[in-house]
């Protein structure tokens, strides 16, 4: 994956930096502060930046998916934390957030081969015109299943954030609710499409958002080393 390979690369360059450097502080060893010393580190990491910018910005993106209907994509959603898609369903609004299962639960998604991205962690918004809260699930999503992990009502202006760290009542733990009550949830969002076919297109839109977030933040470190 090229993220990880990216990202690793630099982590095992800084971590090995900082280490020489701690072991020769230890040995009594000071860093220079001098005007050209400052100058030279600068201009190492800006060529590194760079280097780094130029190679993710070659890579091909993964090839165009669709959402499933009647599912549409949200304006501008690439570049917010809001939600990705959005259906209706009679008089009800389904909105769809998804992030890395990884980021939410650490540990998760720590297998070389996939990155974390089969693991998808979505929070699926089902809200009513007139009604101040929704009822919201916190699901994970598989490429051949989808499992809710709660449900809660919450205030439809809640924050994503929020609702993954929630500061009131989240609901009893889903697995102590009886089978029945757990399959008619499943069969409630499954009935409002959302299932394992949303898989593809939010896998791919994963990737496409990552890649955007790294060269955004290559251009933005870059920026702030240049700035005088």
């Not at 993964?62 to 959603?77: D, E, Q, Y």
Request: charged share 25%; net charge neutral.
């Amino acid at each position: 994956m090229w993220r990880r390979a990216v990202m690793d690369s630099k982590a095992c360059q800084s971590w090995r930096l900082i280490t020489t450097r701690g072991a020769a502080a230890g040995n009594g060893k000071h860093a220079s502060t001098s005007p050209s010393a400052a100058a030279a580190v600068n201009s190492l990491l800006l060529r590194s930046l760079k280097e780094h910018y130029l190679e993710v910005s070659k890579m091909n993106p993964p090839p165009k998916v669709n959402p499933p209907s009647p599912f549409t994509i949200i304006k501008g959603a690439l570049d917010s934390n809001g939600p990705v898609l959005k259906r209706t369903y009679g008089k009800e609004e389904i909105s769809i957030f998804v992030m890395r299962l990884a980021n939410i639960i650490r540990g998760e998604g720590d297998d070389p081969e996939d990155n974390g991205i089969n693991q998808l962690f979505l929070h699926v918004d089902v809200s009513k015109p007139g009604q101040e809260d929704s009822l919201q699930f916190l699901c994970g999503l598989y490429p051949d299943a989808l499992g809710i992990h709660s449900v809660s009502m919450r205030p439809k202006d809640e924050s994503s954030v929020e609702v993954v760290a929630p500061s009131k009542y989240n609901g009893p733990v889903f697995q102590d609710l009886d089978e029945k009550m757990r399959d008619a949830f499943h069969s409630f969002i499954e009935e409002r499409g959302v299932n394992e076919s949303l898989f593809p297109f939010l896998q791919a839109w994963l990737y496409v958002k990552d890649h955007r977030n790294l060269l955004r933040w290559f251009k933005s470190v870059g920026t702030f080393i240049t700035e005088k």
